[in-house]
């Protein structure tokens, strides 16, 4: 078991439940998604990306796209076996909690645990840091985002105890934070007509008038401008 997975899970909140081994039942909402996700978004973003000024550019493009046909398309269809629509079903627990951002940051670093040197030195991943040194002999944790090695906070029985300061840096990153490349399979081919665009007119149609989420949650928001 990932230990980094388990303390997401924990600092929002969520039980991780496994499928029985044997019975793949368990896994099969999941997989389907991404099937359909692969087999009705995927397709359109490739068939964009062989056309002149169709490609798509940006990750903020692709989120856009993306929100407008799981909104417009996948939300609104009925489901085979519940017989409503996903939104619809998704609904009847409202209202959800939501988590703060910094909540989120938190949960999704990584951490682990040194017993600080004499001279207030901890050491991870081949790289050297500075600590308080009143820290010198006890357990600490150190918090850290996997991608960036420079920076790690510092906890003692949970609570803060400052920043691990670099003194010796060889690794600017976690090895096990390397992004993969899994093989692909095969998609359908595109439909030839610009769907993706047409389902971002509709959604911004309908979002029109409506509250703004992202924008009140990432001040630096700007929306892309639209053709």
């Known amino acids: ?88 079903r998704w609904m009847t627990g409202a209202p959800f909690p939501l988590p703060a951002p910094a909540v989120l940051a938190e949960a999704f670093r990584w951490s682990e645990h040194r017993t600080v040197s004499k001279t207030a030195l901890v050491s991870l991943q081949g790289n050297r840091y500075q600590v308080d040194p009143g820290l010198a002999g006890r357990k600490a944790e150190l918090v850290f985002d996997p991608f960036d090695l420079t920076s790690l906070a510092v906890r003692v029985d949970g ?30 081919a595109a439909t030839g007509i610009d769907y993706l665009a047409l389902l971002d007119t509709a959604h911004a149609q309908s979002l029109a008038g409506r509250v703004n989420y992202a924008a009140l949650t990432d001040p630096g928001h700007e929306q892309e401008p639209r053709p």
């Not at 303390?7 to 896994?27: D, E, F, M």
């Open 159 to 188: 609570r803060d105890a400052g920043k691990a300061l670099p003194y010796q840096i060889s690794r600017h990153s976690h090895p096990k934070a390397r992004p993969e490349a899994p093989g692909q399979p095969a998609l359908p």
């Open 1 to 88: 078991m990932d230990a980094w997975l388990l303390r997401a899970c924990a600092k929002l909140g969520i039980k991780l439940v496994h499928s029985t081994p044997g019975r793949p039942q368990g896994r099969g909402k999941i997989e389907r998604f991404f099937r359909t996700v692969e087999q009705e978004f995927c397709v359109e973003i490739a068939g964009r990306d062989g056309e002149p000024g169709r490609a798509v550019t940006s990750l903020a493009e692709m989120n856009r796209l993306f929100t407008a046909w799981v909104e417009q398309v996948y939300h609104q269809r009925l489901h085979s076996e519940t017989g409503h629509p996903p939104l619809q």
